[in-house]
């Protein structure tokens, strides 16, 4: 072979490689984008979509997964898993600004429920977004969140065998919302006719896993303590965050003790062999350079020194890649999952996808987007590390075993 060939064969091959590497494809996400190896592990990175996804290529994160706390989206990108979300929170609003449990309205929704259920068949429903949450999420009592659990999950199985279904979404996995839990098992036990029954409805554990205070006097920041537990006699164990020390909020020592303990939870229940799935979570406290220019934020110099631990860009951005590096790489042999190599966590997804950036007083502002909504959907530095980590994970996209040897092309 001579040399002038030899060299247009090395050329034309390299294009190929890296055409797979960093080419667009025809259809965002398709499935032969990626090894099956690549797939492993991208689809345990999960996305929230605040804004939903139109306008943005989530291949450019290479985003298999995404959420954005709906029931059904009719813009799901081709290749891309959408995962429902069932609020259960049926109120009506009184004049006073204050809600009430609406059941005419929820019994509505059960009405409707098997026609949504049969246009989205195979479909995985998380069941209730953050029912532990007073009033800005589901805010239900344990017991009620049970008993509209086994209602709805009922009604998904019935319809389609091939369904998932996810129990929790609780805000954070700390002592009092493990008691959440524990009462809402009991209620499910009762109403299913027994613990095994209940435990047979739940396909995935879902959690959120943010880290937030939980005092529950009036006027403090944060999650609050559940609803349906009295304060301060049945409060003891609720997470206290003192002084404003707003560094435990992207804490990964907390946040790996958390996990744990929710695995060891799970244990508990004999439900080890289950998928864990964190299904929010990030740094929610808006970056320092950004919430210091709140009311100028267009003509704005930052200080150099954070008040009160509040995260910088650098330390949100960190957060997230230490909490990957546990997330890809936590494993144990008692509390993990058996036919996941005993990992701990089996998908997450990160908060958020295009959350907004810039802090206006109508309108809540938090830390961790990937993409700027309201600059021309740009990728922010937080997507740029998030886009190198995945990257850098899957490594490149490279099909054929190609070595040049002597003059030989083998294959």
């Not at 003192?242 to 435990?248: F, I, R």
């Not at 907390?254 to 744990?260: A, G, H, P, Q, S």
């Not at 990992?343 to 830390?367: E, M, P, T």
């Amino acid at each position: 072979m001579n040399n002038k060939y030899k060299k247009f064969i090395i050329i034309f091959l390299l294009t190929i490689i890296l055409f797979q590497f960093f080419g667009k494809d025809v259809g965002v996400g398709k499935s032969e984008r990626y090894t099956d190896e690549q797939r492993e592990k991208l689809i345990r990175f999960g996305i929230t979509a605040p804004l939903g996804v139109v306008g943005y290529d989530l291949s450019t994160i290479h985003a298999l997964t995404y959420l954005d706390w709906a029931k059904e989206s009719s813009t799901v990108p081709a290749g891309v898993e959408y995962i429902h979300v069932l609020k259960m929170r049926f109120v009506k609003v009184r004049y006073d600004g204050t809600g009430v449990l609406d059941e005419a309205a929820y019994q509505q929704f059960l009405l409707e429920l098997p026609s949504l259920v049969s246009r989205n068949p195979g479909g995985t429903w998380l069941i209730g977004n953050e029912p532990d949450r007073k009033v800005v999420q589901d805010d239900l009592t344990p017991e009620k969140y049970a008993e509209r659990f086994y209602d709805v999950s009922k009604t998904i199985k019935d319809t389609d065998s091939n369904a998932k279904v996810g129990f929790g979404s609780i805000v954070q996995p700390t002592p009092i919302r493990l008691r959440y839990l524990d009462r809402s098992l009991n209620k499910l036990a009762e109403k299913a006719g027994s613990m095994e029954e209940a435990l047979a409805l739940i396909d995935i554990w879902a959690i959120h896993a943010f880290i937030l205070n939980e005092n529950p006097k009036p006027g403090s920041w944060g999650a609050d303590v559940p609803p349906g537990f009295d304060c301060p006699l049945n409060c003891e164990d609720a997470y206290i965050i003192n002084d404003y020390n707003y560094s435990e909020t992207y804490s990964i020592d907390i946040f790996k003790e958390r996990v744990l303990e929710f695995r060891e939870w799970m244990h508990s229940k004999g439900q080890e062999d289950k998928p864990l799935w964190i299904t929010e979570y990030g740094s929610l406290f808006p970056d320092w350079e950004v919430a210091l220019c709140y009311y100028h934020q267009d003509n704005c110099i930052p200080r150099s020194s954070p008040n009160e631990e509040w995260p910088t860009s650098s330390d949100n951005i960190q957060y997230m890649l230490d909490t990957f590096d546990f997330l890809m790489n936590s494993t144990d042999d008692t509390h993990g999952m058996p036919n996941d190599n005993n990992k701990l966590v089996q998908r997450w997804y990160w908060y958020s996808l295009n959350g907004y950036v810039k802090i206006i007083d109508d309108r809540a502002s938090y830390g961790g987007s990937l993409f700027d909504p309201e600059n021309n959907k740009e990728m922010t530095k937080q997507g740029i590390a998030y886009k190198n980590y995945i990257e850098l994970l899957i490594g490149p996209k490279i099909y054929l075993p190609i070595l040049l040897k002597n003059n030989f092309i083998i294959q």
